[in-house]
C-alpha cells in the first residue's frame, strides 16, 4: 500500500514554457502533500507544504508566482512550474502523509526530472 | 538553528556490517525516519523512531538516543543492491521534516 504515482517522469521544455507535474496518492487519502527539488549530489529540499482545499505554504525563497501549486483533492496535487528557466532544471518529487497515518510518514512518488533548455 | 549531521560517504564490503551515524539539533522533535534513495530515484522509507532504543526490521535495524540527538541505521549481510545513499530526517515540532544532506553508501564485493 501507499503509492504515490508522479507524471510525467521526465520533461523537457523550452525556455519560457510552463510546465505541470501531478502528483497522486493511488491507494490512500492524502490530506497534506509535499513538493521537493532536488539538485544533483544534494539533499532533498522543501519547496511547499500544501493541504487539500488551502493556500500551499512555501518555503523561504520559494517564489509561490513561479511555482503554482493547487492541492484539489485529498489524491491529486499539481505542481506548475512557469515560465521555465534553465536554471529550474532538476529532479522534482512529491510525497504525500496518509490521513490514517499514525507517525506522519511520508510516501514519495518517483520523481519528475525536469529540464529546461 | 535546525540542523542534521550525517558522513558523505561510507564504504563497506559486500557480508559485512555498516552503520550510518545521524545527530541532530532541531526546534522539537517528533521523530526520526531513515529513507533510502537509489541513484535517480525517489526515498523510500525504512524506518521511524521516536522512542529510544533499537527497531528491527530484517537486515537493518535504527537506533534512537532523544537524549544525545542521535540515531544511527545498521544494515547486516550487506548486499550490492544496498549502494545508496540514506537520508536521515527529524520532524520537527510543526510535524516539518528535516532533512540530512545523506550518506553515499558504496558497497565493494
Known amino acids: 500500500g501507499a503509492v504515490v504515482s508522479q507524471h510525467p517522469s521526465w520533461v523537457i521544455c523550452k525556455s519560457g514554457t510552463s510546465v505541470k507535474i501531478e502528483c497522486r496518492s493511488l491507494d490512500f487519502q492524502a490530506t497534506t502533500m509535499f513538493w521537493y527539488r532536488q539538485f544533483p549530489k544534494q539533499s532533498l529540499m522543501l519547496m511547499a507544504t500544501?493541504?487539500?482545499?488551502?493556500?500551499?505554504?512555501?518555503e523561504q525563497g520559494v517564489e509561490k508566482d513561479k511555482f503554482l501549486i493547487n492541492h484539489a483533492s485529498l489524491t491529486l496535487s499539481t505542481l506548475t512550474v512557469t515560465s521555465a528557466h534553465p536554471e529550474d532544471s532538476s529532479f522534482y518529487i512529491c510525497?504525500?502523509?496518509?490521513?490514517?497515518?499514525?507517525?506522519?510518514?511520508?510516501?514519495f512518488g518517483p520523481g519528475t526530472r525536469l529540464t529546461v533548455l | 538553528g535546525q540542523n542534521i549531521d550525517q558522513p558523505t560517504e561510507m564504504t563497506a564490503t559486500e557480508g559485512a556490517i555498516v552503520q550510518i551515524n545521524c545527530t541532530y539539533q532541531t526546534s522539537g522533535f517528533n521523530g526520526l525516519f531513515w529513507y533510502q534513495q537509489h541513484a535517480g530515484e525517489a526515498p523510500t522509507f525504512l524506518s521511524y523512531?521516536?522512542l529510544d532504543g533499537l527497531e528491527e526490521k530484517g537486515r537493518f535495524s535504527s537506533f534512537l538516543s532523544r537524549s544525545k540527538g542521535y540515531s544511527y541505521l545498521l544494515l547486516k549481510e550487506l548486499q550490492m543492491k544496498d549502494s545508496a545513499s540514506y537520508l536521515c530526517?527529524?520532524?520537527?515540532?510543526?510535524?516539518?521534516?528535516?532533512w540530512g544532506a545523506g550518506t553515499k553508501l558504496i558497497i565493494k564485493p
Open positions: 500544501s493541504n487539500e482545499g488551502s493556500k500551499a505554504t512555501y
Open positions: 523512531n521516536v
Open positions: 530526517a527529524v520532524m520537527d515540532s510543526n510535524y516539518q521534516l528535516i
Open positions: 510525497s504525500a502523509s496518509p490521513v490514517t497515518s499514525s507517525y506522519n510518514e511520508q510516501f
